[in-house]
């Protein structure tokens, strides 16, 4: 195949330039990775919650972002709605806490360890609140601080112990650390304020109609089925900070497809004379641009192999050097980004086919 | 034109070629009407810049005439499509260039081969007839050599393999010696002449070379354009 030929002969640069073309690719699978991983963790403190309805304050939406203040005694009218079994009172504030040399923002959120409704998605090292002097950390928030259970954490007026670490909790700005509602409370200062409400409804019952039933008993309330609270979660973490990442992803598919036209334009002029000789000659009036395209795809593909084969040892390194970027990858994202590739290697072969198209087999006879 | 094919393989009529460059115009040739018979070797003798090239890239269906026609195996080449005339180069034209116009990344049996790939010969067969045409050449030996590695001679012994390796019935030579030392080059038209005396193609060569002339069956001479 003439195209790889051409490619091997100048293997210096060959392997430059795929290697190359797998930065991009790593980059941009690195940041599909960020998004996955975070619009994941965002999202999971909700999805693995056994609330079949959250009860906000009115105008709230989601916990990401927004300010819901409900009181006990808000609690106490869900609590007489029909359908409702259970109540658990959740109190979200954020705050910032003194790590070792340096000072770290948290979000704290505070809930009722006995009976474990709103506490953290699952405990990795360590155990669950025993007491009020006792607080659970997100793993990496702790391994980026380097803090071990049993540290002496102080916050606000208090110093609480750090009694485990849970994962699920890392919302990629900042992470959910999770102390008893009666500590958030004293460390708020106000005795009677909450968040929002979980509810579990009693078997048999509609949650989407008991739902209604809390919306009628007072317009103080945002009142969201677990779906749709859920959903509402899913759009802010995706809304917020993501965008950007698409953006970066996008400029680094732009660079990447400069950069393959860049090369293969290099290699038209370089085989300038050749593409003569071989227009001249007869060649088929698509064998020339398949060249080019060729080029491109082995290009393309080789720099794909590199990127798949380097991308989990650096996203292992990336994950030890910095904890608290959640990044998850998977497959389905190897090939958004390889059908990405192959868009971006049919546009980077347009303007040296335009070259090509130019090259004039007379050429051959000076 | 004379449409019977089996005779001639092409034909200039009255061409005149004129070039336009930054409003001035050069006359490359100027009413020049010729034919070229099957089984014969012609030889356009004339200096630099007298249009021997112009009038081969003519013949090869490269460019149009400003004025006049040109035939090539009996059809005017304005009703060719270019498709058409790319096949008619990749089947039943073989070229010689004096920078022999190797492909210097593919090895020696491939240059061979792609032009027969060209032709839509299959890829098999194709090298097994490539090889054969090498073999005749005497550089059956250097076939997975690179051009780099060969001597002018041999290049020029792989360019004139290339030429009738797709069975052509016309070869078209530019200063086919012009790059070799006397002794080589006529080893080159040696081959050429056998060509068209074995196989009974069309061999039309430009050159100032005029050693050449013995080979030839019809010399012609060209000045400015002007058959003479």
Redesign the interface.
């Known amino acids: 195949m ?1 195209a790889l ?2 490619l091997a ?1 100048q293997y210096l640069r060959f392997i430059i330039t795929a290697f190359g073309i797998a930065l991009c690719l790593m980059l941009m699978l690195f940041l599909l990775a960020i998004y996955n991983g975070v619009s994941d963790a965002s999202v999971r403190y909700v999805r693995e919650s056994d609330a079949d309805i959250w009860v906000l304050q009115r105008h709230a939406a989601n916990l990401l972002r927004g300010t819901s203040l409900l009181s006990n005694r808000h609690g106490f009218m869900i609590k007489e709605v029909e359908g409702v079994k259970s109540i658990a009172p959740i109190l979200f504030f954020t705050a910032t806490v003194n790590v070792p040399s340096n000072t770290a923002s948290m979000h704290l959120v505070g809930y009722d360890p006995k009976t474990g409704k709103g506490g953290p998605p699952e405990i990795t090292e360590g155990d669950t609140l025993q007491n009020n002097s006792q607080i659970i950390l997100d793993n990496a928030f702790a391994a980026k601080y380097k803090i071990k259970i049993g540290y002496k954490l102080p916050i606000r007026d208090d110093t609480l112990t750090v009694a485990g670490l849970s994962s699920g909790t890392n919302l990629f700005v900042i992470q959910f650390a999770f102390i008893t509602l009666s500590e958030a409370r004293k460390l708020l200062g106000y005795p009677a304020i909450l968040s929002c409400f979980q509810v579990k409804v009693e078997p048999g019952f509609n949650p989407l109609t008991v739902a209604e039933n809390i919306r009628s008993v007072s317009p103080d309330f945002a009142v969201y089925d677990k779906a749709t609270f859920l959903k509402n979660n899913i759009h802010e973490a995706e809304t917020g900070v993501m965008p950007l990442l698409y953006v970066v992803a996008m400029i680094g598919a732009i660079v990447l497809t400069a950069l393959l036209s860049l090369i293969l334009s290099v290699y038209v002029l370089e ?1 300038q ?2 593409y003569a ?2 227009k ?6 698509g ?1 020339l641009p398949r060249i080019i395209i060729q080029q491109s795809l082995i290009l393309a593909g080789s720099g794909l192999i590199i990127a798949i084969l380097l991308f989990a040892p650096m996203l292992f390194a990336v994950k030890k050097l910095s904890p608290t970027i959640s990044a998850e990858s998977s497959v389905s994202q190897v090939l958004i980004v390889a059908a990405g590739l192959l868009t971006i290697s049919l546009l980077s072969s347009i303007l040296p086919l335009m070259r090509q198209r130019h090259i004039y ?2 050429e ?2 000076r | 034109m004379n449409q019977d094919n089996n005779i001639f393989t092409a034909e200039l009529v009255e061409v005149t070629k004129i070039f336009s460059r930054s409003g001035n115009e050069t006359v490359a040739l100027n009413r020049v009407s010729f034919k070229a018979e099957r089984g014969e070797l012609v030889l356009f003798l004339g200096p630099s810049g007298s249009g021997k090239t112009t009038l081969l890239t003519l013949l090869a269906g490269l460019q149009e005439p400003s004025s006049g026609e040109v035939y090539i195996f009996g059809k005017r080449v304005q009703d060719y499509s270019p498709s058409s005339l790319q096949k008619i180069r990749a089947s039943q034209m073989g070229f010689i260039f004096q920078t022999f116009c190797l492909l210097d990344s593919l090895r020696v049996i491939d240059n061979v081969t792609l032009v027969m790939k060209f032709a839509g010969i299959p890829e098999k067969s194709a090298r097994r007839h490539a090889a054969e045409c090498l073999e005749r050449f005497g550089i059956g030996h250097l076939s997975n050599a690179f051009p780099g590695k060969l001597s002018q001679g041999e290049k020029q012994r792989v360019a004139v393999a290339r030429a009738i390796a797709n069975g052509s019935k016309m070869i078209l030579a530019d200063e086919p010696t012009g790059s070799l030392a006397t002794e080589q080059g006529m080893a080159i038209i040696e081959f050429l002449y056998d060509s068209v005396k074995n196989d009974g193609i069309s061999v039309v060569i430009t050159s100032h070379d005029d050693r050449i002339s013995k080979y030839a069956d019809r010399v012609l001479h060209l000045r400015d354009g002007i058959l003479i």
Do not use: E
């Open positions: 003439y030929k051409t002969i085989q004379k050749d000789i071989m001249a000659l007869g060649a088929p009036l064998f087999p007379l051959v006879f």
